[in-house]
């Protein structure tokens, strides 16, 4: 007689660092079926964002404890969009050297936490020790190591000296070399390739159809990274998505090691481009009209709606983050694995649940 | 913003188009007017990189259409916007973010 049983997976499990539930149903040590289950953490953001718009900003960034920069960058353009406000080029290459500093933070994260997942200890904390290099550089830079408070409608609070900027040059020469040894532990590491390769595989047309975003869906060969829309900076950046194949669990981590390499370069480009001028503009009124903006945050597409009525409070903004259209992707990935699979394919997604639920 | 009217009539004709363009769905946003309306907006992204939302209006207590069948990206928003607003879209569960036992009742509603 077949023995079907339900196995409970989080909401609270080692690799998890946040909650998320899955009802996963077995047959022996073969996952069958499952249901996701999310909202432990739902704080109610989007009915809080129905506020000052100029508030909001501190607000946006609290959706977030990785990608904060991200949410208050994708919220101050949809707001210019709707004002008609027109960002300094300075503030905008700002933004976005932050911005990829904060992809090379999330990304080194979770490399690690994957190594976590599969029970690669000193290889965890290799990649948490030389992740501390951009936290403390963003400390520097911004005054916070977490919430950078950087942002706000119509450009940044602070400037890059000439000083804060030899420290980055300083923390990127640091990086590489460190970057170097991950990479080469991810590429050529027996464990991890052998554990990874062929597990928790993401069809192109899955992640097509599925609306999956960001290195998940560009692991699986999707074309489809949104700073090739040339939003902000990243029109007078040289940019081209890096794509895998695979679409396996192996492929999602070599694909974020390589946008750590493209980050730094993008980074260096973006202060080779620094010229003297402002760093914000005044928006003049309150926002009166509607908008959508998308930035591509450390796990996707972020994208933002927005309508304001005139008024110093916002009538509706709506955030859809990367994590939200990443779940979908979550049980065809997991059914016919083995139970044992299941927490390296979630973690190899990148879940970010704070963001989710907002 | 390229916004789109649609109607309850066209609906399916408009949806169909999108999934024969290989339009990309990004998000659904729900707008209650406040007035005993709700705007439902439907988010794509199109091949050449375009970004049209088609909009439907509608009584904020009338029936609307689940996409999930055409737009499978569309799974959770839909349970999101059912459970935020309390509206009636057929075969959408509307639990997603609040507690099973809460008595919070779709807190993003201001029509009456």
Redesign the interface.
């Known amino acids: 007689m077949k023995v079907v049983n339900i196995i409970p997976f989080g909401p609270q499990h080692p690799v998890l660092p946040e909650p998320i539930h899955l009802d996963m149903q077995t047959e022996g040590e073969i996952v069958t079926d499952v249901k996701v289950v999310v909202g432990y953490i739902h704080r109610g953001i989007e009915k809080g964002l129905e506020n000052d718009y100029e508030k909001n900003m501190f607000l946006a960034e609290k959706i977030c404890g990785i990608c904060s920069g991200v949410h208050t960058s994708t919220y101050s353009t949809v707001i210019e969009s709707i004002m008609g406000v027109e960002v300094p080029q300075r503030a905008e290459l700002i933004r976005a050297i932050i911005l990829e500093l904060e992809r090379l933070h999330s990304h080194l994260l979770i490399i690690g936490l994957v190594g976590d997942a599969i029970g690669y200890e000193n290889f965890f904390m290799q990649t948490w020790r030389d992740r501390e290099i951009v936290m403390n550089l963003l400390g520097t830079l911004t005054g916070n190591r977490v919430h950078y408070g950087i942002n706000k409608v119509g450009g940044v609070r602070r400037d890059l000296t000439d000083e804060r900027i030899a420290l980055i040059k300083k923390a990127l020469a640091e990086l590489r070399p460190k970057v170097d040894d991950i990479a080469d532990i991810v590429y050529h590491d027996y464990t991890l390739k052998k554990r990874g390769r062929g597990v928790g595989v993401l069809k192109k047309s899955d992640a097509i159809a599925l609306g999956i975003v960001g290195p998940n869906a560009r692991a699986s060969g999707v074309n489809y990274d949104i700073r090739s829309t040339g939003y902000g900076a990243y029109k007078d950046l040289h940019f081209k998505p890096i794509l895998g194949e695979a679409g396996d669990c192996h492929e999602r981590t070599v694909v974020r090691v390589k946008e750590l390499y493209q980050s730094m370069e993008l980074i260096e480009e973006a202060l080779s481009l620094l010229k003297p001028g402002e760093i914000a503009v005044r928006p003049k009124g309150f926002p009166k009209g509607e908008a959508v903006a998308r930035h591509e945050a450390p796990r996707g597409e972020l994208f933002y709606y927005a309508r304001g009525i005139g008024k110093k409070e916002m009538y509706r903004v709506k955030v859809r983050t990367p994590t939200y259209a990443n779940i979908p992707g979550i049980p065809p990935l997991v059914k016919g694995m083995q139970i044992a699979d299941v927490p390296y394919i979630v973690v190899s997604l990148d879940p970010c649940i704070a963001c989710t639920e907002r | 913003?390229n916004?789109v009217p649609i109607t309850w009539e066209n609906f399916d004709a408009e949806m169909d188009k999108k999934v024969k363009e290989n339009a990309?769905?990004?998000?659904i946003?729900?707008?209650d007017t406040g007035e005993g309306t709700m705007e439902v907006?439907y988010?794509f992204v199109v091949n050449n990189?375009d970004?049209v939302?088609l909009r439907l209006t509608r009584g904020i207590d009338e029936e609307f259409k689940s996409v999930v069948d055409k737009?499978?990206?569309a799974?959770?928003?839909e349970k999101e916007l059912v459970e935020?607003y309390g509206i009636n879209m057929k075969g959408v569960d509307g639990h997603?973010?609040?507690?099973a036992d809460s008595n919070i009742y779709a807190?993003?509603r201001r029509s009456p």
């Open positions: 913003m916004v990309r769905l990004i998000c946003s729900g707008l907006n988010h990189g970004l939302t737009f499978p990206a799974v959770l928003v935020m997603l973010l609040l507690a807190p993003q």
